[in-house]
């Protein structure tokens, strides 16, 4: 028979999936000895069972009661008794801590008439009322269904007739004219009564805490933590306990250390004559804790040493949650205390110092979103104006700068001098100038796998995508909000990359320091020195190298300054944007081979100079040169202005004609899965040895000047092993040819990418060919969910995510099952065809921290991740070999 029901002596912290976090820790400071009110807890599986039949569980309501009946002998008093009622407090506690988004009842047991004995048996009528008045809010609104503002407006009405500032000043025939109003006020709204019967009382309640798991404000919390949705939730049953008996009673909230910092010290604040929930709603003014100190000493230093003896036993800040009856205290809640990223690696340096966590322990309460909140800048929040618009936030940061509406405009204005924002309906390759120059990039439309959010991530650049709310006239040169504020170019505005807010004004930013670290190798005090503990020891134990996507040998030593071993994949196609993109339209306007040639000709002394660059940047490690990749009319005009540009003259352009001509011979309905990647290689003569040649080339310049070039050449977009091995040749034949005339020789491994399902299926025969494999999961996940990435995200992701379907774009976090198993099957199926073939992935999932832990698990060699997220795919690598080595322990 299922088990219900756990009295706190029976539980402990390690029962938290059963029992939730808040009974698990009651029932641990139960068995530590400390001064909690007795109480038992209904479990996790209680709360499943109900939320999936909408009936209550057998049995469960019968062990409830002998619970109860356990409660009350031990208390030596009845739950609601006329003449001295024992009162329960009835609370949510779900597995991982979701405060407030759950439901509380206080003070169940008050009726008519226990209400009155309570008065006679505390000599205080006006608490007696008071908490009676809070029982009837509390379940008229969790339990029937009244909403709370009703309650509220009555309460302020009353407060008004009276002259009173807050509740403290109603006094007894206030307040019990109050509940009057509250249970008429619930009549009326639900054509039911406030119920009389203690037990009702009960086990409504906990039937009431089950629902609230599934309100809109605890599922949206679960979406945006991560938390699966079937967990459901804990209810703890407690003795009740006052601090609103008067001036020697009072509630409070204490930190064991600063949470916002990290610093030792006590924090946390205090209320006199209060209950835990006046605390928390903020309805009056609370006092530091350290005043405790003066209005009841003995409470305050049993408070310091039950801090003490809590974070030696937890071994980390804790959150607690105190009242005093009448001088005496009584603790009602321990957790581990939600903290700052900054508090977070603080927290867990000072605990390592202090030699009570090991270095391994500290690394495993660190993460990697928290270690790239403190690399960007943060605006002043106590110092921004009302925003102008939400929009998604795509690149964490900060950025103030005068708004401009296209990549020329951005690129003069910055060269000037100026600090620019380029705002877009949405961006192409073609405004990669301009998204440099900026400072952030802001688009109207698109989500955060779009190109804005995929590019400024890579150059660590702010943006927001998506800000639906404006309306972008590039024309006219000016955006509109929705409320009719019209930003004309020019118009100074601040974006925040880190929450999608975009603010009027320059808003007043707070620098880095970890950046600075990072940058410079400078240390200072606090976090820097704890960013820096962490990192070494994850580089200490983590098994995954860590590249860097660079294009640029700005990108290349900006990587490796951040701990890059290498780059694992450098984009070639970004090296023809710009005034380069002429040459392209050369190449492919050409009217014969010896046309073609002339246009390869010319770009392969500028495609060497850059790999030149890069090559030199990380010297002595692998830079891994994918081929080009994308479909060729991206670097042509877009055909509908070119079509409008043609038809708008009497006599137009011959090269714009014969440009559009070009255009339409090369339309395609769906480019991403059309002429490109390989495949271009295969069909555009010429193109793939003039790469070659100038990477050979580069590699010959390096070696010649000293340096240790290691080149590796990649192929984008196989599915065949046919295209591999025909393209393979073409890549030897020119090696070997760059390495006779000049008397170099040349070892630059030839792999390949696996982002189609075809290619991981079949990656044993592609292994035969390739050197290496990288995955590139963005076009992997598009290719097995089936979704186009420039589209689905503003389509229907958030419908998806509201339903359940997913709980992250898999865009942003490898998808396991889906497009992870594919990941497995073709790292086994590629070592079992070329034992200790190198596997390493470059797609956006490469610098995110759950997905590294994936790749770690899957087997892969190395991550390659834009240059500003190496730190976090560093420490999130050495996370990752912690969580192994512990799996591999408890096996």
Not at 332 to 337: A, F, H, I, M, S
Not at 369 to 377: C, D, I, S, V, Y
Not at 419 to 435: A, F, K, S, W, Y
Not at 473 to 486: A, C, L, S
Request: charge should be negative; glycine fraction near 10%; include cysteine.
């Amino acid at each position: 028979m299922v088990r219900y029901v756990y009295d706190f002596h029976e539980g402990g912290r390690d029962l938290a999936g059963l029992l939730g976090g808040k009974g698990a820790n009651l029932a641990e400071m139960t068995r530590m000895g400390l001064p909690v009110p007795p109480g038992f807890i209904v479990t996790t599986e209680a709360c499943q069972a109900y939320l999936a039949t909408g009936a209550e569980p057998g049995g469960l309501f019968r062990e409830v009661s002998r619970h109860l009946a356990a409660l009350e002998e031990s208390a030596g008093r009845r739950l609601g008794r006329p003449d001295d009622p024992l009162l329960l407090s009835v609370r949510s506690g779900a597995r991982f801590s979701m405060p407030g988004m759950m439901e509380t009842v206080l003070d169940i047991g008050l009726t008519d008439e226990s209400v009155l004995g309570l008065a006679k048996v505390s000599g205080n009528e006006r608490f007696a009322w008071d908490s009676y008045r809070r029982l009837v809010h509390m379940f008229g609104s969790t339990v029937m269904g009244v909403d709370s503002a009703r309650f509220e407006q009555a309460l302020t009405l009353l407060k008004g007739l009276r002259g009173v500032p807050d509740d403290v000043h109603l006094d007894a025939e206030d307040l019990a004219q109050l509940v009057e109003t509250y249970k008429n006020l619930i009549l009326v709204e639900t054509g039911d009564h406030f119920p009389q019967s203690p037990a009702e009382q009960l086990r409504r309640a906990v039937l009431a805490v089950f629902r609230s798991w599934n309100g809109d404000r605890a599922r949206l919390y679960r979406r945006r933590e991560h938390i699966p949705d079937d967990l459901g939730t804990a209810v703890t049953v407690q003795r009740m306990v006052f601090g609103n008996l008067g001036p020697d009673s009072g509630s409070g909230v204490a930190f064991t250390r600063d949470p916002a910092t990290g610093r030792p010290g006590l924090y946390g604040d205090y209320l006199p004559n209060a209950q835990g929930e006046d605390v928390v709603a903020g309805i009056r003014n609370t006092v530091p804790l350290a005043e405790l100190e003066r209005l009841d000493t003995r409470s305050y230093r049993r408070l310091l040493t039950h801090m003490h003896t809590l974070e030696n036993h937890y071994r980390d800040l804790c959150d607690i949650e105190f009242t005093i009856e009448r001088g005496t205290l009584w603790m009602l809640q321990t957790r581990v205390g939600k903290r700052t990223a900054e508090a977070a690696f603080a927290i867990a340096a000072a605990l390592v110092d202090e030699e009570r966590i090991t270095p391994q322990e500290g690394l495993s309460r660190v993460g990697g979103e928290g270690l790239a909140r403190l690399m960007f800048p943060r605006f002043d929040a106590s110092a921004t104006g009302d925003p102008l618009a939400h929009g998604l936030p795509a690149s964490p940061g900060a950025a103030v700068g005068a708004v401009v509406f296209d990549s020329a405009a951005a690129v003069r204005r910055s060269a000037a001098g100026e600090q620019v924002i380029l705002v877009r309906q949405e961006t192409t390759p073609d405004d990669l100038p301009g998204m440099v120059a900026a400072q952030a990039v802001l688009t109207s439309r698109g989500g955060k796998t779009s190109h804005a959010a995929v590019v400024a991530r890579g150059m660590g650049k702010v943006c927001v995508c998506g800000a639906e709310e404006l309306t972008v006239d590039i024309e006219r040169r000016r955006f509109t909000t929705h409320d009719g504020t019209v930003v004309e170019e020019g118009t100074v505005v601040s974006v925040d990359g880190s929450t999608g807010v975009v603010y009027p004004g320059a808003a007043p930013l707070a620098d880095s320091e970890v950046m600075r670290y990072l940058e410079t190798g400078e240390h200072t005090a606090g976090v820097v020195d704890a960013v820096a503990a962490a990192l070494r020891q994850a580089d200490g134990i983590r098994r995954l190298e860590v590249r860097a996507n660079a294009d640029t040998p700005g990108d290349a030593a900006r990587a490796r300054r951040f701990g890059a071993q290498g780059v694992g994949l450098c984009r070639t196609e970004h090296m023809f944007l710009g005034e380069r993109r002429k040459l392209v339209e050369e190449m492919i306007l050409a009217r014969d081979g010896a046309e073609r040639e002339r246009a390869l000709a010319t770009l392969l002394p500028l495609q060497r100079e850059d790999f030149i660059g890069i090559l030199e940047a990380m010297d002595g490690l692998p830079v891994t040169i994918r081929l080009l990749d994308p479909p060729l009319h991206e670097f042509l005009p877009d055909r509908t202005e070119l079509a409008v540009r043609v038809a708008s003259v009497g006599q137009p352009a011959p090269h714009d004609v014969e440009l559009l001509d070009a255009v339409n011979r090369m339309h395609e309905e769906n480019p991403m899965l059309g002429l490109r990647g390989v495949r271009l290689g295969l069909v555009v003569p010429g193109l793939v040895a003039m790469q070659v040649r100038a990477i050979a080339e580069a590699v010959v310049e390096r070696t010649r000047a000293g340096g240790s070039p290691r080149a590796e050449i990649m192929v984008p977009l196989v599915g065949a092993v046919e295209e591999l091995r025909i393209e393979r040749a073409e890549v030897r034949r020119v090696l070997a040819e760059v390495s006779e005339e000049s008397g170099v020789p040349l070892d630059c491994p030839i792999g390949t990418m696996i982002e189609l399902p075809r290619a991981a299926l079949t990656a044993g025969r592609i292994a035969e060919e390739a050197a290496f494999f990288s995955f590139g999961t963005n076009d992997l996940t598009q290719t097995t969910w089936g979704f186009s990435r420039d589209d689905v995200e503003a389509a229907f992701f958030s419908a998806y995510l509201d339903k359940g379907i997913f709980t992250t774009s898999p865009f942003e976090r490898i998808d396991p099952e889906g497009v992870g198993r594919l990941v497995r099957i073709a790292v086994a199926e590629g070592r079992a065809a070329r034992p200790g073939l190198k596997i390493g992935v470059c797609g956006e999932h490469g610098g995110d921290p759950d997905s590294v832990h994936f790749f770690h698990d899957a087997g892969l060699d190395y991550v390659s991740c834009s240059p500003f997220r190496v730190p976090v795919a560093r420490l999130e690598a050495g996370r990752a070999a912690l969580s192994g080595s512990e799996e591999s322990d408890s096996r």
